[in-house]
C-alpha cells in the first residue's frame, strides 16, 4: 500500500513538472488531455458495469513488494490518468509549488484510501460471491466513477 501511495505521489509530481512545459507550448493540450482521461475513465465505468464474476477457484496472488507497487504506477492506465487529469484540473498556475501542492494532497488521501479498499475488499468478498450483489456492487462503483469525473467537466 505504501509503494503505491508514495508511488503514485512521485508520479505527479514528475508528470505535473513535465507538463508545465507541454501546457506551456500548446496550451490546446490540457483540453486533449481532459478529454482523452474522460473518455478513458468513461470506458472503465463501463467495463466495471459490465465485468462478469470472478472464475470459481481461480488462482489466488502474492502481494506486490514495495518497489514493484510504486513501479506499476507507470504501467498503470488508471493512474496515468488520474495523474494526468490531476495537474491539468487542479494545478492551472503549472507552478511548482502548485505541482507539489497537487502532490501532497493526492498523497495524503491516497494511503487511507488504498488501504480502506484493502480492508473492505477482504470484509466484502463474501458478501460479494452473490451474483445479484456483486451486479449491484459494480454498477455502483462504476457510477461512482462517472459522478467522480465532475470537477473534469465542470459541469
Known sequence: MLG???GFTVMIVLVGLGLVGVFTAWPPARVVLQAVSVVYMLWLAWKIAHAAP???GGAA???????QAGGFQWVNPKAWAMALTAIAVYAPAQ????????????GAVNLPCVSSWAVLGMAL?????????????NLGMAGALVLSLYPVLGL
Open 54 to 56: 470472478p472464475a470459481e
Open 61 to 67: 496472488g502474492r502481494p506486490l513488494t514495495f518497489l
Open 125 to 137: 468478498r463474501r458478501w460479494l460471491a452473490d451474483p445479484v450483489r456483486l451486479r449491484w456492487f
Open 4 to 6: 503505491i501511495g508514495i
Open 95 to 106: 507552478d511548482p509549488a502548485t505541482v507539489l501542492l497537487v502532490a501532497a494532497v493526492f
